[in-house]
């Protein structure tokens, strides 16, 4: 339907195609540092019958004459076929809520969308913000006139309007901040800054019929005008992208680099271009080096890149350059412009247009990258046919061709960038008999167009939205592909699916397809849709699976096989089971395991598996079926366990030597059925861990499953009673006590004595520590079982809980030599008498009167020992000893020192601090009560009052002896009653008459120590 060329670099270099119909390249030429480009011509023809199109070139050869009718009919057949078999690419709503009220009396100018916010302009200058769904946010009426352009920021918080009334005004819709300028002029256009909300220059650039473009910048003193073009017509079109600025006048587009304040490129009108007003220039920044400019039947690409420089090149040259990569002309008039997604799930293109587009979006090498990576996308515009070409022939006397013809349909069309016309839309647009290409807009929701466009007229909005994967679902079911649809479907969460009468549903569209591939002998692929067709379904699944086991492919069914959601009759599964037993036992054990039980009857199970497990002993071969006994008797002990009855379940554990034996005992309390049974429990733990230890796993005895059930159960398992059990084998003996020792000391009281030669034989490191922890023992038994193992450092504790000390410090002193612990134990013992032995003994040992010097402490006087140093005895460091002896004195007299004045300085310091919080000040009011009577402190007439250092302020006739005072004679104070005379002797002799009559003090203080609370 239409037909374009891409002029890409090549092109313009010479590099395009010589046929002699082509169209000529673009002429692109530098004139005072701007880029100009001139468009090439392209025609396109329409099938007005059937609405079918062909993309053809000027000049191209047209089909033979000799060419018959039928042969005119079968391809007009065929191009039915291909336009019913192409899948449309979008779909339409009709946007409600309060737009349909709005429009009733008034019309639509102007659309703009930001942040899923609508800003609707109407021709009775009123603006209008609307959600997706047309509810109505907010409304206010800032022009007297129709509001022709609109933009908002990318906020959604700043409306920028342009009307016919010479009024620019920004709003804001979250505070009062807002501007309004008047041109004098009506205004076409107008664009705020990138980031509008976020800058404090708040500018914006505007053009109307004043053929000036001005931007405006806020600063101190309010906006500065800055004119950057004028003279070449009125402003029709204006936007502003990151550093650029776009805009339309009557010769053509140009650009504006803010950053460099330079015109970079011109990009001019066609000469047999129609008048610039009747149809409107659309600027639309696909991003930030690409402009799709649409005006008339024209579409041209502009693309933005950094100018590369030479030596050679001229300096005033702009930083950027301009190259025009495409430029279609249509059949009709674009009434908007923007990018649509080149891929869709729905909508597929041909491999030969995916080349030809990415072809036409090259341009040429360049050592200089482009300002940003172009993204492929398709072209969606707005197509308006005109009713006439009376905009062709403006003066005319015909009386028809002045009358207004009924305009026709707008049309949707999706182009790709080698002119292809992918698709083609009718719009159903109310009284589009009326409307001019002007009166329509088209607006990207989103700006890549993943949520859809929005397309405006006078009195209608309607939703555009790409088809998503249930709408080509649904198609693809309409033409029978049901495998595709069946795909298609599996990738569809539910919330796309749909939930409402009329959603897929893979049942209706799967139930034949499953049947031709049984048919077909297909059971591999059948089995693979069934969860797609039965779903939620059970009784569907049980008549597939019957239907797959009368056709004995229950192997390729059984994976699919639902246990839960939908939940099916128990023959289904005891079927499966079946087939398992009798065909895979270990897939039979598995299945068991992880099918969740109360789906089949379990006993019914039991009966099967035990009459296989009979029979196995009475094959030939025992080798052979050991292996398989095996698996049954698993299976048997799993459904037992499923069947609550572990107690059956626990023999074939235990024959089967599996470890979570232990946790079947605790998970169904079985202790009391293996209270008799401890020894063969522990036998088989160590077993099992013997066999880990094998498989190089680091294990301690300690961390037997089986001694930690014996003791964390003493309730169920009495301990006497395992302690015989275990008589016979002492080092499980000694695991079970070392275990219940840990646990509390107190539950292996009875068995302490034993404890005692279990350790020294098994465990003599921890002897001590046990001797140390535990009271329950017989010292004199405990002593004798350490001295036939000589174990002397047990020996020495023992003899100190005896009360035996000299014969303790002895066996150090004589067996093991160690002047440390020959200390220790005297500092433990705190026996005079005993130091005094230490002392004896060590008169005559050097070694021992230098560990005596090293680590004496507050335990003994250091002179008390070097008096008994005997003359002439050589004690090898005796110099250090002592001068460490001198050093710990003098630290601690320096220590005493510091406390000292630590302390001295605090009590001044606390002394300082009662004397300033006495003496400052504090609120006083003649409303205060006394805390004696609890009467109001001021009095008619006023009486004495007394105020103490403690604060407390009372009726001097609440106090003992106050009675008797003289009454207050300082008239400027009298009206509290707190001071004595005028003169400071005379305060002071009051004073001290006031202290002599108070002989108690304070009387609030004086009940508290007396324990009178107040």
């Known amino acids: 339907m239409s037909t374009g060329e891409s002029s890409s670099d090549e092109s313009r270099a010479g590099q395009h195609d010589t046929r002699k119909d082509d169209v000529q390249d673009d002429h692109l030429q530098e004139k005072d540092g701007l880029l100009t480009a001139s468009p090439e011509h392209l025609t396109r023809s329409i099938n007005s019958e059937d609405g079918a199109s062909e993309a053809t070139e000027e000049g191209e050869e047209g089909a033979t004459d000799g060419e018959g009718d039928e042969d005119e009919e079968g391809e007009d057949e065929e191009d039915e076929e291909d336009e019913e078999d192409e899948e449309p690419a979008l779909k339409y709503e009709r946007l409600g809520g309060a737009v349909i009220d709005l429009l009733k009396k008034d019309s639509a100018s102007a659309l703009t969308i930001s942040n899923k916010q609508l800003a609707l302009g109407t021709h009775s200058g009123v603006v209008h913000l609307l959600d997706m769904t047309g509810k109505r946010i907010k409304s206010y009426k800032p022009h007297l006139a129709s509001v022709i352009d609109i933009g908002m920021d990318s906020t959604a918080d700043f409306v920028a309007t342009a009307s016919m009334d010479g009024q620019v005004v920004i709003h804001s819709l979250s505070t009062p901040e807002s501007y309004a300028f008047d041109m004098k002029r009506p205004m076409r ?557 107190y539950l292996a009281s009875d068995f302490a004595d034993s404890q005692v030669k279990l350790y020294a034989e098994y465990a003599p490191t921890r002897l001590i520590d046990f001797l140390r922890a535990s009271n329950y023992y017989s010292l004199e038994r405990a002593y004798n079982v350490c001295k036939e193992r000589d174990l002397v450092p047990e020996m020495v504790f023992l003899l100190g809980r005896m009360g035996n000390n000299k014969q303790a410090l002895t066996l150090i002193i004589e067996r093991l030599g160690d002047v440390n612990r020959a200390i220790d134990f005297a500092k433990e013992q705190n026996d005079d008498d005993l130091w005094e032995d230490l002392l004896k003994y060590s008169e005559t040992r050097p070694t021992f009167i230098r560990g005596l010097l090293e680590n004496v402490g507050a335990e003994i006087d250091p002179i008390r020992l070097i008096r008994r140093i005997k003359n002439g005895l050589e004690i090898p460091g005796l110099k250090e000893a002592l001068i460490k002896i001198l050093h710990d004195f003098n630290l601690q007299i320096s220590l005493l020192d510091g406390c000292q004045t630590i302390l001295e300085g605090d009590c001044a310091d606390f002394a300082r601090r009662l004397q300033r919080d006495q003496n400052s000040g504090f609120f006083l009011s003649g409303k205060m009560l006394c805390p004696i009577c609890s009467k109001p402190l001021q009095r008619f007439p006023q009486s004495l009052v007394l105020l103490f250092l403690c604060r407390h302020v009372v009726h001097a006739s609440c106090c003992n002896g106050g009675d008797s005072l003289a009454p207050q004679p300082d008239y400027s104070l009298a009206g509290l009653g707190l001071t004595g005379g005028r003169s400071l002797s005379g305060k002071i002799a009051f004073t001290a008459v006031v202290r002599a009559k108070i002989d108690q003090g304070c009387p609030v203080c004086h009940k508290k120590d007396e324990g009178d609370r107040t």
């Open 189 to 745: 256009a107008v664009s705020m800054e990138p980031n509008f909300a976020k800058k404090s220059t708040r500018a914006f650039v505007c053009g109307g019929m004043a053929g000036s473009l001005v931007l405006y910048e806020k600063g101190w003193l309010g906006h500065k005008e800055t004119v950057l073009h004028t003279g070449e017509g009125p402003i029709w079109s204006v936007r502003w992208r990151d550093r650029l600025i776009a805009w339309a006048n009557d010769l053509g587009v140009k650009i504006y680099d803010t950053v460099s304040q330079s015109r970079i490129t011109f990009i001019d009108r066609p000469s047999d271009s129609p008048r610039a007003d009747l149809f409107k220039c659309t600027l639309h920044w696909q991003d930030d080096s690409t402009l799709l400019i649409a005006w008339a039947d024209h579409i041209k690409v502009a693309r933005i890149r950094a100018r590369l420089r030479t030596p050679a090149s001229p300096a005033n040259l702009p930083p950027l350059l301009v190259e025009i990569t495409a430029v279609f002309k249509l059949d009709c008039m674009i009434a908007g412009i923007v990018p649509h997604p080149l891929a869709s799930p729905t909508c597929t293109v041909h491999p030969s247009v995916a080349a030809a587009h990415s072809a036409s979006g090259r341009s040429t090498p360049s050592t200089t990258a482009p300002i940003s990576a172009p993204t492929l996308t398709t072209f969606l515009t707005l197509a308006y046919t005109p009713p006439d070409t009376s905009f062709l022939t403006e003066v005319t006397e015909d009386r028809a061709q002045q009358k207004r013809q009924a305009a026709e349909r707008p049309e949707l069309r999706i182009i790709s960038r080698a002119g292809e016309e992918l698709s083609a839309d009718l719009l159903s647009i109310q009284g589009f008999e009326k409307w001019a290409c002007n009166d329509y807009v088209l607006a990207s929701v989103d700006g890549d167009g993943s949520d859809g466009y929005v397309v405006l007229s006078p009195k209608d909005l309607v939703i555009v939205k790409p088809r998503d994967k249930r709408d080509h679902i649904a198609w693809l079911v309409e033409r029978e592909q049901y495998e595709e649809a069946l795909d298609e479907l599996g990738h569809l969460g539910a919330d796309e699916a749909g939930q409402e009468e009329g959603a897929i549903n893979a049942a209706e569209i799967g139930q034949r397809y499953i049947e031709h591939l049984v048919t077909e002998g297909d059971f591999v692929k059948a089995a693979k849709l069934c969860p797609k067709v039965c779903g939620q379904d059970a009784k569907r699944w049980e008549d597939w699976i019957f239907v797959f086991a009368q056709k004995k492919q229950m192997q390729t069914i059984i994976p699919y096989v639902p246990t839960e959601s939908p939940k099916l009759g128990h023959l289904v599964y005891e079927m499966v089971l079946a087939y398992f037993l009798a065909h895979d036992r270990q897939a039979l054990l598995q299945t068991i395991k992880d099918w969740p039980k109360g789906i089949y009857d379990i006993s019914a199970v039991i009966v099967a598996v035990q009459s296989e497990l009979d029979k196995a002993p009475s094959t030939s071969t025992a080798a052979r079926t050991a292996p398989e006994a095996a698996i049954l008797m698993e299976c048997l002990a799993e459904l037992y366990t499923m069947n609550r009855q572990p107690g059956k379940a626990l023999p074939y554990f235990l024959r089967l030597r599996r470890s979570n034996v232990f946790d079947l005992i605790r998970e169904h309390n079985l202790f009391t059925a293996v209270q008799d049974q401890v020894l063969l429990l522990v036998e088989f733990d160590q077993e099992v861990m013997e066999k880990r230890r094998k498989e190089g796993q680091d294990l301690d005895d300690s961390e037997s499953a089986a001694i930690q059930l014996l003791v964390d159960h003493t309730h169920s398992i009495p301990i006497g009673r395992v302690v015989q059990q275990l008589q016979g084998r002492p080092y499980y003996l000694f695991l079970y006590l070392d275990a219940l020792f840990k646990r509390d000391p």
